[in-house]
């Protein structure tokens, strides 16, 4: 059995009071504590996707089982209770400003009401782990994009989670900032067995961190499978332009893994 379990999801928006189809079909399993890829262009569905399966959006139609629980079933409080353990990492990093390293990453656990006790060994574990223990008194303003980054995995982490969603998570960042967040991810994926779903438009993310992937156009995956297997004979138009770019990036003597 998948862990992660989509199956015929929908999802559409009305803006200017048209309807735009923005997942149409969606099917997908993942399993438990792997690095999965989910790639597509610009207006393909992904961030979409990433938030109906954290619910921050009400898909149309379909379900969303994680660990054999259909989320889109769940009532309010038990919605709360659950979402505790999807996390999700964005590209803008989402920091509060007037707070520093340490009152962010300590925010989700304050608003769910863990005693402050608890909160600090927390706070100070991830810090530790993702290499902030240096910056818990400093402000958002004062440190480096992959710095800000560092902060929200920690947020990420500080509860917990059974899966994080990497929402275009290393699209703002330079390609030596880029390679660390995703080492960091992996080391955290192989410490702790949480599932990672990586997002993105970067081929070099997904070919560095993760062996399975989806390639997902208007709406549906139109492509699945070990990530060498995609790039090296795609099935699909998404997948062949991709690929093209893949390749063309490897003739620029680009080592592998290297040119991230």
Do not use: W
């Amino acid at each position: 059995m998948s862990y992660i379990e989509i199956r015929d999801l929908h999802k559409a928006f009305y803006p200017h009071g048209e309807r735009l189809d923005v997942l149409n079909g969606v099917d997908l399993d993942i399993e438990k504590g792997c690095i999965y890829g989910i790639i597509g262009f610009s207006g393909a569905g992904k961030s979409t996707l990433a938030r109906c399966i954290n619910r921050l959006e009400t898909p149309d139609s379909g379900s969303i089982k994680v660990d054999d629980v259909d989320i889109l079933k769940l009532g309010k409080k038990e919605l709360l209770k659950h979402r505790q353990k999807i996390a999700m990492i964005f590209q803008s990093f989402n920091l509060f400003d007037s707070r520093n390293v340490y009152k962010n990453i300590a925010y989700p656990l304050e608003i769910i009401g863990v005693p402050k006790k608890n909160i600090k060994e927390r706070v100070d574990e991830v810090a530790e782990l993702v290499g902030l223990s240096d910056k818990l008194d400093s402000y958002p303003g004062g440190l480096s994009g992959g710095q800000k980054q560092r902060v929200g995995i920690a947020r990420a982490l500080v509860n917990r989670p059974d899966v994080i969603l990497s929402d275009e998570a290393t699209s703002a960042l330079d390609p030596q900032t880029t390679l660390q967040i995703l080492d960091l991810l992996k080391e955290i994926n192989k410490k702790s067995g949480v599932t990672i779903l990586m997002i993105t438009h970067e081929l070099d993310a997904i070919r560095y961190s993760c062996s399975d992937m989806a390639v997902l156009e208007e709406g549906r995956f139109i492509e699945k499978g070990n990530v060498k297997g995609i790039f090296n004979n795609p099935k699909s138009r998404t997948g062949e332009l991709f690929a093209k770019v893949l390749k063309e990036f490897q003739d620029n003597n680009f080592e592998e893994g290297a040119g991230i």
